[in-house]
């Protein structure tokens, strides 16, 4: 099978919605063994949603900002509550599926182009810190996500500290210091059907690195709500 580059999690998106076709998604990494996504699991209803998802969803206020908006779960069920909601999203075939699902405000655009709109709440769920790539690009991600906050507004962000990965049988944790990249630095590719992805780079950081990121772009740590296997969510101000 000769695989294409494109838009694979867009594509399952697309088919599921219009189609019913539900096949995985397929996640590739050199650091791990091949996981998968059922693609249904993307349009989760609210009681479907984890802990960590459904505490954000009660913490929005205000106009929201979804980024990765995807197949819009956040997004429908924010809306639904009378929320003003854009959502926000690189893949056009997701941008379909959102206007599809009656979402009013929908932006196909890189979060780090987009601007000259400001928002109450910031939402990036899924690992929201992955955007960053790295722990250089979270500064960056950070001080961006602050140009479109209005005063006193607030990024809801989750990820998960995958320094459980190396825990030796007596709790502690063995990393190698040596090592060129940040232990949550990865590369992934997603692969559906017979179209892949490019290789990019995802970050998982723990939250002292991104405390510290927090702080050198001059915002504040406001909350830490955490979940059940190294996750976490975060609360971020002004």
Known sequence: MTLLFDDPIGRAVYDYHFNSINKPIIVHSDDFDDDTIDTAYLFR????????????????????????????????????????????????????????????????????????????????????????????GLHVLLYHLKTLLNPGGQILIDSSDLIYLYEEEDGSAVIDLNAENYYGELVFQTEYENWTSLPFPWLYVDLNNLENAVGKSQLKLNKVIKGQHFDYLTQITT
């Open 45 to 136: 209803t609210y009681k479907q949603m984890p802990a960590i998802e459904k505490k954000a969803m009660a913490l929005c206020r205000g106009t929201v900002l979804d980024v990765g908006a995807c197949a819009g779960a956040h997004s429908v069920y924010l809306q639904e509550k009378g929320f003003d909601v854009t959502a926000l999203e690189t893949s056009s075939l997701c941008c379909e599926v959102l206007k599809s699902r009656n979402i009013r405000k929908v932006v196909q655009q890189d979060i780090f182009k987009f601007s000259n709109q400001t928002f109450d709440t910031i939402l990036l769920l899924m690992n929201g810190t992955g955007i960053a790539g790295t722990l250089n």
